[in-house]
């Protein structure tokens, strides 16, 4: 288990709902699927990477919802940035988990 962290500081974390709109294999990446997530008009869409590839197909992704943390710094990946990071269940040594969300959360809704 990681340090306790306040309140205040878990406050700061902007979790929402997206759906992944595009999904593809970036050629300079073996780990990586570059998504194309809707969050919808607060947010509008955004690029992010996730290190995935290994357990996951472009196509299993799309038009699904997931959980993603859309307020961490820019991070460069290739020639792009990614835009916030993907939440997922970690199986250590047996690769991780997504979890999807149900169909009635509307995209850019605010998970805490």
Known sequence: ???????SDFEKLDFRVGEVVEASVPEWSNKLLRLEVDFG???GKRIIFSGIKKWY??????GQKYIFLVNM???KMGEE???????MADLDDDGVEL?????KVGVGTVVR
């Open 81 to 87: 940035e990614s835009e916030g990071m993907m939440i």
């Open 73 to 75: 710094e820019p991070k």
């Open 57 to 62: 197909k472009p196509e299993d992704l799309v």
């Open 41 to 43: 008009d607060e947010i």
């Open 1 to 7: 288990m990681k340090k306790s962290v306040s309140y």
């Open 99 to 103: 979890i999807p969300v149900g169909k």
